[in-house]
């Protein structure tokens, strides 16, 4: 059974900083790819930030380049994400995403291919 522990959501100030953790039980690969989503009430989801730990690579959604950054925790199957400058538009569900796998992320939108999702953890960004 595929277990998500997610954590780090909250209300901060605009310009401020969270750090959003994930970790993952269940699976038996050394290899995976595992990332974040955001979705807003009656959008789309919207791919934040991914890794694989088959080659390192990562991927980004284009709002959050170079404000963002998403690395690997000690255990396996543990992912950070630190959001940095944080603006009103970054106010989301942030799920976390995995998916056991022996290929990249890059170029990828940290979406398709990620089968797995947790329930999410609120982000809201507000003065």
């Known amino acids: 059974q595929v277990e998500f522990v997610e954590s780090g959501g909250g209300l901060v100030q605009p310009g401020g900083s969270l750090r959003l953790s994930c970790t993952v039980s269940?699976?038996?690969?050394?290899?995976?790819?595992m990332g974040w989503v955001r979705q807003v009430p009656g959008k789309e989801p919207e791919g934040v930030a991914c890794?694989?730990?088959?080659?390192?690579?990562?991927a980004f959604g284009d709002p959050v380049k170079g404000r963002f950054t998403i690395s690997r925790g000690d255990a396996k199957w543990t992912i950070y994400l630190d959001m940095n400058t944080l603006q009103p538009e970054d106010t989301a569900r942030y799920y976390c995403?995995?998916?056991?796998?022996?290929?990249?992320?890059?170029?990828?939108?940290?979406?398709?291919?990620?089968?797995?999702w947790g329930k999410g953890t609120l982000v809201t960004v507000s003065s």
């Open positions: 995403v995995a998916d056991p796998r022996t290929r990249g992320v890059a170029g990828t939108n940290c979406i398709v291919g990620m089968d797995y």
């Open positions: 269940g699976f038996n690969s050394d290899y995976y790819a």
């Open positions: 890794l694989s730990t088959s080659d390192g690579s990562t």
